[in-house]
């Protein structure tokens, strides 16, 4: 899927936004009475608000500029096979949560230096790919604590 407008790589976000949320709590439900359960809980709260985020600057930024075309993005560039079976383990799913979140940065950051027409669209982009560097961090202390 080429991302080939703003609009579609802003759509793309929303919906990558709702499928992290979803991977979050699905993991947390693998990491019960685990130090990752509340990680994960609190990282899937943190998808849903960034999805928020994502829908409101779609709604500031909706006029003939989100047509306007841009090159080089590719969707399944950004995506991930976040399946979680119920024989995987926590480590699993920390696994797939660490390449969750790079390729999300990946995306926002990709996507900000491609939209650079739309000034404060790719500022809000930028934002996000640096939060994301907050999560990565969580989710490796885990893995240095072995809390899962």
């Known amino acids: 899927m080429e991302l080939n407008t703003a609009g579609a790589v802003l759509t793309f976000a929303i919906r990558l936004e709702g499928h992290s949320a979803g991977f979050y709590e699905e993991a947390a439900s693998l990491a019960r009475e685990s130090p990752a359960e509340e990680v994960f809980l609190s990282l899937a709260g943190s998808k849903r608000k960034r999805k928020e985020r994502v829908e409101r600057s779609r709604r500031e930024y909706v006029n003939e500029m989100l047509l306007e075309p841009i090159v080089g993005l ?41 939209i650079n027409h739309l000034p404060q669209l790719a500022r809000v982009f930028k934002r996000l790919g640096q939060e994301i560097a907050d999560h990565k961090l969580r989710l490796e202390s885990l893995d240095a604590q072995k809390g899962i």
């Open 74 to 114: 590719q969707g399944s560039d950004y995506l991930v096979e976040t399946k979680l079976t119920t024989d995987m383990d926590s480590q699993s799913a920390l696994q797939l949560a660490r390449e969750l979140e790079k390729n999300s940065q990946r995306l926002y950051l990709d996507a900000a230096e491609k």
